[in-house]
DNA sequence: TTAAAAGTTTGAATATAATTCAAATCATGA
DNA sequence: TCATGATTTGAATTATATTCAAACTTTTAA
């Protein structure tokens, strides 16, 4: 892919989007000045934290998507937020969430493809206070939190 | 939460947003009409697939998130997609993945509540194929798709 | 119950930004 | 090298967001 549209996707996947103020206001029939208002309360809120273009993985060479199950050993049970801020720093893992169960963490981790994500696997094990971990690759993704997928 | 509000973020979920053009373009020291034509190349190829918002979910009342390991009867196995479609469906339902190992499926779920995750928890047993489930409850949410606040 | 305050909507004016397009430039392969 | 398609550019145009004061509505507290 060319430099410049691989530099325009991280952007559009970090923000730098907007919403359209005039198309949601002609939907629900009422003012732009009325929507304006009202999407800056829910900015100054927090409830909106920003706006972000949703893409076709494969076609954006994320194509890998896994989930992996986290057991912590017994050291650093008591901390898994320090494991989990740790995995949050990488561009692979999309969502890191500290669980209920058997398990202490769950993250999402896309890749370009199983190569790829076995070099991500391997900086899983080198953290220490890793214990267990089980992979869930994902073979069809049929709903993301973006979009539903059009077959 | 005012109905107006809560339109608009139902609105912003579904997209309704666009790209800051000229934002890219400084950014990337590129030109505005350069950054154009790239996006729409992007989008004719559907590598872009929309533009949306991104919510901090406590503020909006779905706080509540679990995923959900599903394990279909052996009459369905052959087709997990259709209990998949069937899930998508789902407002509740974030995303359906159709994965390898020991579970056919995952799901991420979020409500407002535990009683409400408990409501909809009573729709995936009534589904026929449904075989056995785990559900993971998140108790925090370190990273997820967003990465950066509103400019 | 009522008056004041806080929150919301409106329309018109203004400021910004997206879009268009023809010409120029660049990249590619025959 | 030439020819073709892809990309970039800048200027003109169009569309949209933003601002703001006034009107209106809802909430608060006395």
């Given at each position: 892919?060319?430099?410049?549209?691989?530099?325009?996707?991280?952007?559009?996947?970090?923000?730098?989007?907007?919403p359209?103020?005039?198309?949601?206001?002609?939907?629900?029939?009422?003012?732009?000045?009325?929507?304006?208002?009202?999407?800056?309360?829910?900015?100054k809120?927090?409830?909106?934290?920003?706006?972000?273009?949703?893409?076709?993985?494969?076609?954006?060479?994320?194509?890998?998507?896994s989930?992996?199950?986290?057991?912590?050993?017994?050291?650093?049970?008591?901390?898994?937020?320090?494991?989990?801020?740790?995995?949050?720093?990488?561009?692979?893992?999309e969502?890191v969430?500290?669980?209920t169960?058997?398990?202490?963490?769950?993250?999402?981790?896309?890749?370009a493809?199983?190569?790829?994500?076995?070099?991500?696997?391997?900086?899983?094990?080198?953290?220490?206070?890793?214990?267990?971990?089980?992979?869930?690759n994902?073979?069809?993704?049929?709903?993301?939190?973006?979009?539903?997928?059009?077959?």
């Amino acid at each position: 892919m060319k430099k410049l549209r691989r530099e325009i996707i991280e952007l559009l996947k970090a923000g730098n989007c907007t919403p359209r103020i005039s198309t949601i206001a002609s939907k629900l029939h009422s003012r732009s000045s009325t929507i304006h208002y009202n999407i800056k309360q829910l900015e100054k809120e927090s409830a909106i934290r920003s706006y972000r273009a949703v893409f076709d993985y494969k076609k954006i060479d994320e194509g890998f998507c896994s989930f992996v199950l986290i057991s912590l050993a017994s050291g650093s049970y008591k901390d898994p937020d320090k494991i989990a801020e740790i995995l949050s720093k990488y561009p692979q893992v999309e969502s890191v969430d500290i669980i209920t169960g058997r398990w202490e963490l769950i993250i999402k981790v896309r890749t370009a493809n199983m190569d790829e994500y076995y070099e991500f696997a391997k900086n899983l094990v080198a953290i220490g206070g890793v214990d267990k971990t089980e992979t869930l690759n994902s073979i069809r993704q049929v709903k993301s939190e973006f979009t539903r997928a059009i077959n």
